[in-house]
Antibody
């Protein structure tokens, strides 16, 4: 079964750091695109970052310079290191497989992990 | 970044109705467009990719069309389980931006 499981969310003070993990099973992260998508409470969806199969990474302007996406192929895990967190980063963070076979649509989603930035 | 504008933001309909949701991109994206359904507390679910291709397992009452900048999602005969929020997403260039969503409510 193809699956993504996120962990690492929680309550953090403004300016703090958090690392999210996304454990993949049923497919290889080195051959796929994996992205982080977030959803603020009661709001829409925002693509935050992506790591392509070749290792190239991209970020939304809202997180550039503060967030870093990486992967450990041996652990089949993708990470999102989040630094200098702000209140507006509060959201459910979804790990998502961007499917090459479905024209870059997200065909596998994790269950989401909640990040709350508040003092 | 490419901006995606969805309309309407909400719509009320009855079981059996036909519903159409539109999405406009701020620049041409050929057919690099996906549609998702999201229910409260759940992750989105891919319905349509490449503007008009039905994702495996999705009922055929869902259909997508369009190219360039204008796209539509049509639900031909609404079923009770279709009441949810729908999002479009351009998959042409990162960030793969989403529309603001359309909430489909029971009339």
């Amino acid at each position: 079964e193809v699956r993504l499981v996120e962990s690492g969310g929680g309550l953090i003070q403004p300016g703090g750091s958090l690392r999210l993990s996304c454990a993949a099973s049923g497919f290889t992260v080195s051959s796929n695109y994996v992205s982080w998508v977030r959803q603020a409470p009661g709001k829409g969806l925002e693509s935050v970052s992506i790591i392509y199969s070749g290792g190239t990474t991209y970020y939304a302007d809202s997180v550039k310079g503060r967030f870093t996406i990486s992967r450990d192929i041996s652990k089949s895990t993708v990470y999102l290191q989040m630094n200098s967190l702000r209140a507006e980063d509060t959201a459910v963070y979804y790990c998502a497989r961007v499917g090459i076979a479905v024209a870059n649509g997200v065909d596998v989603w994790g269950q989401g992990t909640t990040v709350t930035v508040s003092s | 970044d490419i901006q995606m504008t969805q309309s309407p933001s909400s719509v009320s309909a009855s079981v059996g109705d036909r519903v159409t949701i539109t999405c406009r991109a701020s620049q041409g994206i050929t057919t690099w467009l996906a549609w998702y359904q999201q229910k409260p507390g759940k992750a989105p679910k891919l319905l349509i990719y490449a503007a008009s291709s039905l994702q495996s397992g999705v009922p055929s009452r869902f259909g997508g069309s369009g190219s360039g900048t204008d796209f539509t999602l049509t639900i031909s005969t609404l079923q009770p389980e279709d009441f949810a929020t729908y999002f479009c997403q351009q998959t042409n260039s990162f960030p793969y931006t989403f529309g603001q969503g359309t909430r489909l409510e029971i009339k």
